[in-house]
């Protein structure tokens, strides 16, 4: 079975500063992976998917992820943090390419700093 | 935003009663799922539904149960709910099969158990 690993349950940075958040996934086969950026009291909502095409992807709020097949890495970055960045972030793979199942790792909630 | 809804927003209940979720879409998407999000644990699938009256379990389907008899409605019942069961839940969509893996969330209904 497929599963998501976010290194960091909690990630604190300065305004202006570059974000990083870690996703590695274990897989087998080429997975769909996406983003998933949640404020609080909200539902998720899609920053970015991958799905086979070009391994830069670029989401919404200047938000973007590299797909590294050798490393099993989709890490999300964005230059320059803005303190409305602050959220609840999660990494998801499909259960296989193409399933109708996403597999959600645990999070990593991001800090911004003035 | 896709149009999804859930209701209620807000339940406070007592062990031992039945509690049912709904979760309505109008995208007409053919995949719905409940999930349930605490503190450490990321989002955990309980169930899911493929069609009309076609459902299957997730990781953490045990006092759970659904319906679906329209493509626009999902229902989750706790048929006796514990306290283990105070969750915020969360229902989605999606097209997958279509070309797009990718889920939409509804806005989470916070359920306390007392």
């Known amino acids: 079975a497929q599963s998501v690993t976010q290194l960091g349950s909690h990630v604190s940075v300065s305004e202006g500063a570059l974000v990083l958040l870690r996703c590695n996934y274990s897989s087998s086969v080429p997975p769909y992976l996406f983003w998933y950026v949640q404020y609080p009291n909200q539902g998720l909502q899609l920053l970015l998917k991958?799905?086979?095409?070009?391994?830069l992807v670029k989401g919404i709020n200047g938000f973007e992820a590299e797909f590294k097949k050798s490393e099993t890495s989709f890490h999300l970055t964005k230059p320059s943090a803005h303190m409305s960045d602050a959220a609840e972030y999660f990494c998801a793979v499909s259960e296989w390419g193409g399933s109708e199942k996403l597999v959600f790792g645990k999070g990593t909630k991001l800090t911004v700093n003035p | 935003d896709a149009g999804i809804t859930q209701s209620p927003r807000h339940k406070v209940t007592e062990t031992g009663t039945p509690v049912t979720l709904r979760c309505h879409q109008t995208e007409n998407h053919r995949y719905m799922y409940w999930y349930r999000q605490d503190p450490g644990h990321g989002l955990r699938l309980i169930h899911y539904s493929y069609g009309v009256k076609d459902t299957d379990k997730g990781e953490v389907s045990d006092g759970y149960s659904v319906s679906r008899s329209k493509t626009e409605d999902f229902l989750l019942t706790l048929e006796s709910a514990t306290s283990s069961q105070t969750s915020v839940y969360f229902c989605?969509?999606?097209?997958?099969?279509?070309?797009?893996?990718?889920?939409?969330f509804g806005p989470g209904t916070r359920l306390t158990v007392t």
């Open positions: 989605a969509i999606s097209d997958a099969g279509t070309g797009s893996y990718e889920q939409y």
């Open positions: 991958y799905t086979s095409a070009a391994t």
